[in-house]
């Protein structure tokens, strides 16, 4: 469920692009791979004041009532306010709900929880209302909770919840019900799966991720000499081989744009014999708020990069980009954002980075 380059430009005006997803073969020159450069060797680059009271005498309608002590109310304990969760929604998500007699540990539940909390390729989660506190939140040990509730998304990239992964979230969360001595409830499974194919259907609709190819004019690089120019840009070494990531501001957060070759080159015991050709640089557009302009962060870095490497920057047929490919791919992404803030799903909201997962 994903709109790629080619989708965006084919509605701006007919310029045929395409979101990259593969790596082409490029015929090797005769010069060798760019290497990077000892950190001493590194070339630099310049981008009115009160009356006291006065003695009253007290006269017998004055006299406070006795108190009968059978005639007192004692204080209500207040129950602590709830507070919206912030893992599950409505919106994406299926929801149970489990009653319980009494409040139970933290531990109890933990001990009932499933082992896996997929039902297929969707996830789900249990949380717990603290009797305390009034959060939301994922059981923890030595809290008590007097209900649980579980969400399991309707819809990812992987497509809609069906039947078979409904079935199986209900049975996992009957389980866990019946192991606190607790009573489940679940929504109708004809209400959900339509619900589901209807969400799957408008995030298929809006979805965009964006790739774009850097490739060598002439000499290759190494991953050495691609590790130093991107660097420069803000890019760091990522969690998977052949991945630089441009971090967001946002603690926690996902990155803005990723830069990635070859895994195996990255992998090979003597990186600085490898020879790169070709980089791919991708936006994930949901993931990030339109506020941070991560298109325009894309673009720049497309352009300094390829200054820097010495590299054309094309889709994935070798058509070179130019400022008029980019003008109408952000005319397209405008409306894209637009239309994910309409349904509540604004890009870099929780929302929208769980859906478009």
């Not at 709109?3 to 490029?26: D, N, R, S, Y």
């Not at 339509?194 to 991953?223: C, I, K, N, V, Y």
């Amino acid at each position: 469920m994903s709109m790629t380059l080619t989708t965006l430009l084919a509605i701006a005006g007919g310029v045929v692009l395409a979101g990259v997803v593969g790596h082409g073969a490029w015929t090797a020159r005769k010069a060798g791979p760019k290497r990077a450069l000892p950190p001493a060797q590194e070339e630099p680059h310049f981008g009115d004041s009160a009356t006291p009271a006065q003695p009253v005498d007290p006269v017998l309608g004055d006299l406070p009532r006795p108190v009968d002590p059978l005639d007192v109310t004692m204080p209500a304990v207040a129950r602590p306010q709830r507070r919206p969760s912030a893992r599950i929604d409505a919106l994406i998500d299926a929801i149970a709900t489990i009653t319980l007699e009494a409040p139970v540990t933290g531990d109890l539940a933990l001990q009932h929880q499933p082992g896996s909390r997929r039902a297929g390729t969707k996830p789900f989660q249990i949380e717990g209302l603290n009797a305390f506190s009034g959060d939301w939140e994922l059981p923890t040990p030595g809290q008590r909770y007097s209900e649980f509730q579980a969400g399991v998304k309707l819809a990812n990239r992987a497509g809609a919840l069906n039947e078979i992964e409904y079935s199986e979230f209900v049975q996992k969360i009957q389980v866990f019900a019946d192991g606190l001595g607790g009573f489940a409830q679940f929504p109708d499974m004809l209400d959900v799966v339509s619900r589901a194919r209807e969400l799957d259907q408008f995030a298929a609709g809006h979805d965009a991720q964006l790739a774009l190819l850097l490739r060598a004019r002439s000499a290759s690089w190494t991953p050495g000499f691609v590790l130093q120019a991107a660097q420069r840009h803000g890019f760091v070494a990522g969690a998977l081989p052949g991945r630089l990531v441009l971090p967001s501001a946002e603690e926690g957060a996902p990155p803005v744009l990723t830069l990635s070759y070859d895994a195996q080159a990255a992998l090979a015991d003597d990186p600085d014999a490898q020879s790169l050709r070709e980089l791919t640089l991708a936006l994930d557009v949901p993931q990030t708020p339109a506020e941070a302009e991560p298109f325009a962060s894309w673009q720049e870095a497309a352009r300094a990069l390829g200054r820097d490497l010495e590299a054309e920057v094309c889709d994935d047929r070798g058509q070179v980009l130019g400022l008029h490919a980019f003008a109408a791919i952000d005319a397209e992404l405008r409306k894209l954002y637009e239309a994910l803030a309409a349904r509540d799903l604004a890009a870099g909201s929780p929302a929208a980075r769980r859906l478009f997962s």
